[in-house]
């Protein structure tokens, strides 16, 4: 029979735009949130992460937003480039008890950058 | 350092055959992850490992599946028998627990297995 596939979210950009990409989280007790990068043919990466008592923070070109109130997180790349072409993730950290760094995955957006 | 290391990168084998993944996590890293990467499921968290022990194998997702940590520099994942099913791409991931960077894990490359 046919597979059904997860159906990722999909943003498309011009080289030199801004990009958002948004995530909704479930669980309120996580303490970070974390984006990864998955580029084609390779593991996740780590791009930036934002501990459960703050509202921003910002990096190289990257910026994560956390609304706990809606349990949103987003990201924003300024200044999209093709390299930054991927499936994007966020993840989530509870660091109570015996988790260990243990992270649950998101189901991922796929970001295009046309030049 | 050459990152996580997995073997093989890709794996055809027949239903009903042994399958062993293989990783070499990061020097220096305590906690070893291995995950599942499927368009139907996503990334999956299988199993993890913590000082070389089993912290929670409950992402498991049957019998078939066992993995092993017999020392801090190597881990394996295998799949006894193998089904059509379990064609996945299947990733290690190593990190510092209690070093002040428990949300940056380091991926390998991915073993990218089909079972025909």
């Known amino acids: 029979g046919e597979s059904v596939g997860l159906h990722l979210p999909t943003l498309s950009v011009q080289e030199g735009d801004n990009s958002i990409i948004n995530c909704a989280y479930s669980n309120s007790a996580s303490d970070y949130f974390i984006w990864y990068k998955q580029e084609s043919g390779k593991g996740p990466q780590f791009i930036i992460d934002?501990?459960?008592?703050?509202d921003k923070r910002q990096g190289q070109r990257v910026t994560v937003l956390l609304n706990k109130t809606v349990k949103h997180l987003s990201l924003q790349i300024a200044a999209t480039q093709p390299g930054d072409s991927a499936v994007y993730f966020c993840?989530?950290?509870?660091?109570?008890?015996?988790?260990?760094?243990?992270?649950?995955f998101g189901q991922g957006t796929i970001l295009t950058v046309h030049p | 350092d050459a990152g996580v290391i997995q073997s093989p990168r890709h794996e055809v084998t027949e239903m009903g055959q042994e399958v062993t993944l293989r990783c070499k996590p990061i020097?220096?890293?305590?906690?070893l992850f291995w995950y599942r990467q499927t368009m139907m499921r996503g990334l999956e968290l299988l199993i993890y490992?913590?000082?070389?022990?089993?912290?929670?194998d409950s992402g498991m997702p049957e019998d078939r599946f066992s993995a092993k940590m017999p020392n801090a520099s190597f881990s394996t994942l295998k799949i006894q028998p193998s089904e059509p099913r379990d064609s996945a791409v299947y990733f290690c991931?190593?990190?510092?627990f209690g070093g002040g960077r428990d949300t940056e894990a380091f991926f390998g490359q991915g073993t990218r297995l089909t079972v025909v």
């Open positions: 490992f913590n000082n070389n022990v089993p912290i929670d």
């Open positions: 991931a190593s990190n510092i």
């Open positions: 020097s220096g890293h305590n906690s």
């Open positions: 993840a989530e950290n509870f660091a109570g008890g015996t988790s260990y760094g243990k992270l649950t």
């Open positions: 934002i501990r459960s008592n703050m």
